[in-house]
């Protein structure tokens, strides 16, 4: 038994820092492995706010009310238990983030402020300026750094996850990572071992997320036998910035604050927007959804655009691009509220958002699938947790937004205790594990990195990317049909087979970005398959999740999440599904 | 607008002890092309301008929205954010290059870790009991709220650092970005608890005297941050600690 037990966190964002706050907390001595430096995670673009149902508004608002606008924005898909178990937490969690010094927002009596966000009809949602996820990232950081300052933490910046350390019984005994300036390839054994590795939206290519969130971390587990649910559950922003290198998002807080979206009702109108009269826009949210407006949850925004671009071909000049309007609101306010959000798009634009309404459309944003947990954050790996963007449990088919914080958060506080009462209890502890056990998986990964080092194909891996981010952004996001799944997915077996022929053309045994980028787009294509193959099986539609030859939820047929499992010597994902706990709320037709 | 091109120099070097050496690329010009774009393209097709095969160009990044404070450099000789630097809006050629102030790692990537040493060092947070449910936190005016936010919204690039006449070997100073920080905290209303020990930290060698107010920080911080303003309130306090300190002797 171990009384102080060695956990392992990979992942520095906000559900690695929240774990290793509760570990560290509880005696534990904590290892925390990050890519980037933790206070650079891709936590930190979030923008809009964190959930919890306060109730400081005088509406009424309850914790069961943010589990039934949960569960039901995630179309009934998501297990009930963990998530009425975050929604009862998430007040106290935005006390904690309050005392340790968020800059939320305050009314003038000094107390939190709230806004709406999608999917609700409360003022449910905390926000610091419009660079929350910012702040957030930033307290903890400083408490973990508070904790590295006394020896209970130690980090590994710039070490990069490659697999877990599984000893014959398959439990989790480490991990095997290699530091991203030597190259070096080393072996650190855990009591238990966290996962807190964020998204994938490398994979579509560009989407809204940041550089490092590939899911090769996920992805390597997966093929090492962990399970991989709702992989097929991917959140299309309806409201981002198209860019060269990036899709920067515009924040959904920019329409609880009351922006609108339209667009001209005349076809190729070419009159500058603010020269349009009320009367020849078309608002159309407004007028499909009187109830909530713009604010109706993400996968009906996203679709709605679509529709007017694709179908009714009214999109601006031409081009997939819509109206986001925060003209009428006045300066003072939109930056007090706005600033972080404006900011960018000023500068990566170059237009005033004050003065022009800004240009719009959906882009790749979330996954609500990820490693399976139980409802305690444990994969189906003994000793190995994953809480955050990188675990399926809480947003069902979709996610309503500023949940993620929250559920990120949430996650950390639940695995982290969880690992360290399972190292206490569990753990012979790492030392009675044999050394082999080590040294098996640092081989293999060795013989892995030579492998690719010596390869001299003719395939650049960054062209082999933008393919798949293509092929994955046209196929397998908004509308989706089974055909163009067939597709895709022979496309990705085509580019893993290229993969074998890659050429790394830096040879160099230091800091080699690129080296670490091709290993990482293998995972990414191995887990590609899990999400169009996820997708290509669902024949239904629910949540983010549309088919337009299936475009009804099919409850008798599925109602039930999707686990892929690595077949090895198939080298392909096979599927097993499993039964939602819907306990708590009885499933509704959604309707907004 | 055909065959327009992007002419970029970036100084590149293999490793911390290896000569620094410069290659040019020239790009084909698109649209909304930023710097960290245009390094990227190079990464898809590795070959300098005049046709020899070269190898990608390593350098942080992560958000590509300026948020994260990775992706800092000397662009055309000013310390700046790449992901933000839009190609449009600057002279061609484009020179690129590492921090001239931190350790360079390899070509325009640089170790930057001393400055999360600096807030370690200043004690850079507040001291929450603990993490169990105490209830909520201090009120707050709007306005306090408001003073606070600029100063928290630091993304740790060290721009400022880097742009600071005073930030070198010699005076081992701390830079403005960790004395703006001791502001931000010593005005909370718990984490002024430990408002002496930062201020015992900035005072001596390296501490806030170093400061010469040439004021390069306040202009390259990409986030507007106050910090002139911030140095002479700390540098009060400071003052103000020392002769309490002295006369307690
Ligand atoms: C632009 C944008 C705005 C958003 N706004 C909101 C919002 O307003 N409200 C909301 O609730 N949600 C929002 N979200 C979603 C939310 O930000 C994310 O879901 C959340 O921050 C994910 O946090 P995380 O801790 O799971 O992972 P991340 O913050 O992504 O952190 C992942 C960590 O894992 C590390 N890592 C990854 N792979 C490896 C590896 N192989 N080895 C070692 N380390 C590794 C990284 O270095 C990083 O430290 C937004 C998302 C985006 C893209
Ligand atoms: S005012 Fe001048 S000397 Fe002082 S920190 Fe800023 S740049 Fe450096
Ligand atoms: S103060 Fe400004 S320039 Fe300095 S590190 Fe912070 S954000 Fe960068
Ligand atoms: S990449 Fe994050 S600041 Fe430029």
Redesign the pocket.
Known sequence: MAANPRIIIVGGGLAGLSAAIKCAEMGASVDLFSIVPVKRSHSVCAQGGINAAKNLKGEGDSTWQHLDDTVYGGDFLANQPPVKAMCDMAPAIIDLLDRMGVTFNRTPEGLLDFRRFGGTLHHRTAFAGATTGQQLLYALDEQVRRFESEDKVTKYESWEFLSAVLDPQRVCRGICAMDLRTMEVKTFPADAVIIATGGIGAIFGKSTNSVVCTGSAQSALYQQGAYYANGEMIQVHPTSIPGEDKLRLMSESARGEGGRVWVPKQKGDKRPAKSIPEGERWYFLEEWYPKYGNLVPRDVATRAIHKVVHEYDLGIDGQPMVYLDLTHIDRETLNKKLEGILEIYEKFVGDDPREVPMKIFPGMHYTMGGLWVDFNQQTNIQGLYAAGECDYSIHGSNRLGANSLLSCIYGGFIAGPNAVRYGRENGKSSDGVPSSVYETEKKRQDELNSRLMTSDGTENPFKLWRELGEWMSKNVTVSRYNKNLKETDTKIVELLERYRHVNVSDKSMWANTSFAFTRQLYNMLQLARVVTQGALMRDESRGSHYKPDFPDRDDKNWLKTTKAYFAPDADEPRFEFEAVDISLVPPRVRKY | MANKTVLIKIKRQANPESQPYWEEFELTWRPGMNVISSIMEIAANPVTRDGKKTTPIVYDSNCLEEVC?SCAMLINGRARMACSALIDKLDQPITLEPFSKFPVVRDLSVDRSVLFENLKAVKAWVPVDGTYDLGSGPRMTPDEQEGAYPLSR???????MEACPQFNESTGFVG??TI?QVRLFNTHPTGKVLKQDRLSALMGDGGIQECGYAQN?VE????D?P?TKSISEVGKDVMKKAVVDFFRQ
């Not at chain 2, 630091?154 to 400022?160: A, K, Y």
């Open positions: 404070g630091c993304i740790s690039c060290c721009c400022c403005a970005a703006s920080c390259v911080c990409p986030k941050i910090l």
